[in-house]
């Protein structure tokens, strides 16, 4: 074989390694979202949002910060989910309010203290008030995994939306009624 034949050889399985690795790191990435990604409620109802996360092997400790519209929902808490409490073990959740008025952003610092944890699964859950009509986009503004060698991963990060709509008017009528209608 000639030199331009190993060349060829050497190039053509370089690109072929290139593309095995870039099909492998796609394959790891990993995606934070709020679930329900679109909900409507009334003016006073509570909802509660769940951030979830696709898998992920050894995550120790992550944190998130979600924007929203402080005129139309108000943040009342966020709570662990279950990448944090379903182990059993040792954990720390702190949710970090604003400093500075209005309070319009989520931010939530999470970490494993006994060991790691694992995804998929829910990383938090929010708690809204609907304070007044309009649409509040729930916006990621940042998202940070840490696994258990403090090596940083930031996920993809997918923002939610909700919807805070008038009372539907219906007309008042029993059961009976109703049954008689339909049948």
Request: glycine fraction near 10%.
């Amino acid at each position: 074989m000639t030199d331009s034949t190993f060349r060829r050889l050497g190039l053509a399985a370089t690109l072929a390694l290139g593309l095995v690795a870039g099909a492998a790191s796609g394959a790891r990435a990993v995606t934070v979202s709020v679930v329900p990604p679109d909900t409507s409620v009334a003016v006073g109802d509570v909802c509660v949002l769940r951030v979830v996360t696709t898998a992920f092997t050894d995550l120790k400790a992550f944190q998130f910060i979600y924007g929203f519209a402080p005129t139309v929902i108000k943040l009342q808490g966020i709570d662990p989910g279950e990448v944090l409490t379903g182990s059993g073990r040792s954990f720390y959740g702190y949710w970090l309010p604003d400093n500075v008025a209005p309070a319009d952003t989520a931010w939530y610092d999470a970490a494993m203290l006994d060991g790691t944890s694992a995804g998929p699964g829910i990383l938090a859950y929010l708690t809204f008030k609907a304070v007044a009509l309009g649409v509040s986009p729930v916006d990621c503004r940042w998202v940070d995994f840490r696994d258990s060698y403090n090596v940083q991963t930031l996920p993809v990060c997918e923002s939610g939306l909700v919807r805070v709509v008038p009372p539907v008017a219906v007309r008042a009528g029993s059961w009976g009624r109703l049954k008689t209608l339909y049948r």
